[in-house]
T-cell receptor, first 112, second 114 residues
Framework: GNSVTQMEGPVTLSEEAFLTINCTYT??????LFWYVQYPGEGLQLLLK???ADDKGSNKGFEATYRKETTSFHLEKGSVQVSDSAVYFC???????????WGAGTKLIIKP | KAGVTQTPRYLIKTRGQQVTLSCSPI?????VSWYQQTPGQGLQFLFE???????NKGNFPGRFSGRQFSNSRSEMNVSTLELGDSALYLC?????????????FGSGTQLSVL
């Protein structure tokens, strides 16, 4: 079946460190891929997306590249800030079925 | 522009009762979908409505139902509540119905079943 696997958290980093949160997927067909973020006390927000292979989504210094050959969509940021502390969710949706299929979420803690 | 509004913010019910949750999408958005979020199961899709019709349904029992009104507002209902229904219920809206469409989420309704 269709699924998304994320690295387990929490991930704890110091400010200005490099961030990678791994995300791999299993899907029939050609999914669209998303990263959503949930800041403390707030609702889920779309961070970035990619709709086809080799597309790169980017926003607020975060980037993720749709890699069909490795079925991955890893989230990266060159220099994290305390304000990036949140829970990050990787998700996919398919042309045949518009529901989002979610990873378990990765809690990111950035220490000053 | 107002965001997605979900009411109530918190609910406490007992087993066997039923509950109705409400969602008002962003003005102009016609697609509304519902998700359940729990620590154990994560985020799971419940159903999606577009133009007052249920277009898609997740793998939940028939106790979970919903509807959408002509103004795109949506409600979901859970009957015969069980302890395992305790969760954060999230509503999301989008302008169009497409697989790569950006979803806008409300803050959710936290349901506790005692």
């Amino acid at each position: 079946g269709n699924s998304v696997t994320q690295m387990e958290g929490p991930v704890t980093l110091s400010e200005e460190a490099f961030l990678t949160i791994n995300c791999t997927y299993t899907a029939t067909g050609y999914p669209s891929l998303f990263w959503y973020v949930q800041y403390p006390g707030e609702g889920l927000q779309l961070l970035l997306k990619a709709t086809k292979a080799d597309d790169k989504g980017s926003n607020k210094g975060f980037e993720a590249t749709y890699r069909k050959e490795t079925t991955s969509f890893h989230l990266e940021k060159g220099s994290v800030q305390v304000s990036d502390s949140a829970v990050y969710f990787c998700a996919l949706s398919l042309d045949s079925n518009y529901q989002l299929i979610w990873g378990a979420g990765t809690k990111l803690i950035i220490k000053p | 522009k107002a965001g997605v509004t979900q009411t109530p913010r918190y609910l406490i019910k007992t087993r066997g009762q039923q509950v109705t949750l409400s969602c008002s999408p962003i003005s102009g958005h016609r697609s509304v979908s519902w998700y359940q979020q729990t620590p154990g199961q994560g985020l799971q899709f419940l159903f999606e409505y577009f133009s007052e019709t249920q277009r898609n349904k997740g793998n939940f029992p028939g106790r979970f139902s919903g509807r959408q009104f002509s103004n795109s507002r949506s409600e979901m209902n859970v009957s015969t509540l069980e302890l395992g229904d305790s969760a954060l219920y999230l509503c999301a809206s989008s302008l169009f119905r497409a697989p790569n469409e950006k979803l806008f989420f409300g803050s959710g309704t936290q349901l506790s079943v005692l």
